[in-house]
């Protein structure tokens, strides 16, 4: 089944927006960004989070204790590593980790490959890369798949992601600014248009498997 994350979140009611339009995953910002979220704000949405949804730390090049104390505080599992960090600090940081790569080449399948990852995210590097219409590549994706499950980010949109998910059939992907009418502040309708999106790809993969066999 697929997973939908929906990241950026800041507020205890778009939490739960997100879980009641069928979001798997929220992410909380700790690192700097327009959307960092306090531990005391993120103790709340934690606490009201709905049942069948889970939150995701994200950091960037923070120190090890930083994160753990943050993890222990709001009681997250998993840290999603946005940064440079390390194989070594993956595994010394004693928690599941989504680690993001934004740079696609030899060297960066070399270093993906070495991480012992819940998960990679594929993301578009910082300034959105080539253009508004900058995508992931999906050969680099696939080849991603080899060695763990990939989500899928970088400007995905309710007119974009269907057409991803058909090339790449990624175990997830995370949606932040197309599903927000400010940064930080999520709208209903924005998440249930993405979500649909996402879903409804989905389905049609399932279709196209059965199609084939």
């Known amino acids: 089944m697929l997973k939908v994350k929906i990241c950026g979140v800041t507020r205890v009611a778009d939490a739960v927006a997100a879980a009641e339009e069928g979001a798997d995953y929220i992410g909380l910002i700790f690192a700097r960004s327009p959307r960092k979220i306090d531990v005391k704000t993120a103790q709340d949405v934690l ?33 999603q590593l946005h940064g440079d960090e390390t194989p070594r600090y993956g595994k010394e940081l004693g928690a599941p980790v989504i680690k993001t790569f934004d740079t696609f080449n030899d060297g960066s399948l070399e270093t993906l490959k070495k991480f012992d990852a819940f998960a990679f995210l594929l993301d578009l590097p910082k300034g959105g890369g080539a253009g508004a219409r900058a995508r992931i590549d999906p050969d680099w994706a696939r080849l991603a798949k080899r060695f763990g499950k990939v989500i899928l980010a970088g400007k995905l949109t309710p007119d974009n992601v269907g057409e991803v998910i058909l090339k790449v059939r990624p175990w997830g992907v995370d949606a932040c600014s197309s599903t927000e009418k400010a940064p930080g502040v999520k709208d209903r309708a924005k998440l249930r248009a993405f979500i649909r999106a996402a879903r409804e790809a989905h389905k049609e993969t399932t279709r196209i498997k059965v199609r084939t066999r």
Request: no cysteine; proline share 6%.
């Open 47 to 79: 606490w009201n989070l709905p049942r069948g949804i889970e939150a995701v730390g994200v950091f960037r090049d923070q120190p090890l204790d930083e994160v753990r104390r943050i993890l222990d505080a709001t009681g997250i599992k998993i840290a």
